[in-house]
């Protein structure tokens, strides 16, 4: 049996890698020789091209038609990142399902780094590696330090639930029943559906960790590309606010008073956050995060935030 002109044993279609891109013609060319360079090479690649505005689909035809691996298609309309991930992965034949982004370049070890740890626990829900990260001044490596083995729900606990960042840079290694069963990436939040979907597959199943650095993560994104994914805003807060409280509630109960007591400590580290960047808006003499600071307002943050919010209005602009 052949596939993509390579000869498959066993392991045929056992992985999936689905690369989701957007007006990145600029750079997908060397983003896909990258993945196409694994030392594990049986693989499809479902490019999945989210109507890019740009040369993003005629450079990714140019690289099919030279190697039958990779699967170009594209979304019906704009579908956004978490929708463009459902598509992807919707066509995925694989056992497991390997997300990777067009910003990104892969070592070419990640394949078989990710498919030698989910050889090893079948059972894990995910796998995520370590990462080079390029900063506007220096690069830097990112090692957690992580066991190669987790339980999910510690995982999800400890680490996830444990702070405002995420440890998994949007890339990872999925078993593709687990992504059924959890019905992909939930829409409703956007570019954050990623951070969202760590955390379900967490709670349900272990999770798997390379200590290596296997991804150079990249942010070269074009000068117009949408601002929702190139700059901090309320809304991408609220959104990250709204994901933490939807998987907190799956794993306390609020009925109890050690649950009760996680949910009011939770509540503080809201109020906490968002008054750091009224804080922030304030010392900088920022109007315009002031002035859309309501837009960063949930339900289960403490009044004392809304109060800020007010006041600070008023200081920055006492005419209005």
């Not at 799956?250 to 906490?272: C, E, H, K, N």
Request: net charge positive.
């Amino acid at each position: 049996m052949h596939f993509g002109g390579y000869p498959l044993g066993r392991d045929a279609m056992e992985i999936s890698l689905c690369l989701l891109t957007y007006n990145h013609g600029h750079v997908i060319g060397e983003v896909l020789e990258a993945i196409l360079a694994q030392t594990y090479r049986d693989f499809e690649l479902i490019v999945s091209d989210d109507c890019s505005t740009d040369n993003t689909w005629e450079v990714v035809q140019m690289l099919a038609s030279r190697d039958s691996r990779v699967r170009p298609v594209q979304t019906p309309t704009n579908l956004g990142m978490a929708g463009n991930a459902n598509f992807a992965a919707s066509l995925a034949k694989g056992r497991y399902i390997g997300l990777l982004h067009h910003d990104d370049i892969v070592e070419p070890t990640l394949v078989a780094n990710w498919l030698d740890c989910a050889r090893a626990h079948e059972e894990v829900g995910f796998i995520f590696n370590d990462y080079y990260v390029r900063g506007a001044v220096a690069h830097r490596t990112e090692r957690r330090g992580f066991q190669r083995y987790m339980l999910g729900v510690t995982f999800l606990t400890e680490h996830l639930l444990g702070g405002w960042g995420c440890p998994v840079r949007g890339t990872g290694l999925i078993r593709a029943d687990c992504w059924r069963a959890l019905g992909g990436m939930q829409t409703k939040f956007g570019l954050l559906a990623d951070v969202d979907l760590w955390m379900r597959l967490a709670r349900r199943w272990p999770v798997g960790y390379v200590d290596v650095p296997l991804i150079r993560v990249r942010h070269v994104r074009p000068a117009d590309y949408p601002k929702s994914y190139t700059a901090w805003s309320w809304d991408r807060l609220r959104t990250l606010y709204e994901i933490h409280a939807e998987n907190l509630a799956r794993v306390i109960d609020r009925t109890s008073v050690r649950g009760r007591l996680r949910w009011f400590y939770f509540r503080v580290r809201v109020t906490a956050e968002s008054c750091k960047w009224l804080l922030y808006g304030l010392y900088r003499r920022r109007a315009d995060i002031l002035d859309t600071s309501h837009a960063g307002a949930v339900p289960f943050e403490l009044m004392f935030a809304g109060w800020l919010r007010a006041l600070f209005r008023t200081i920055i602009r006492p005419n209005t």
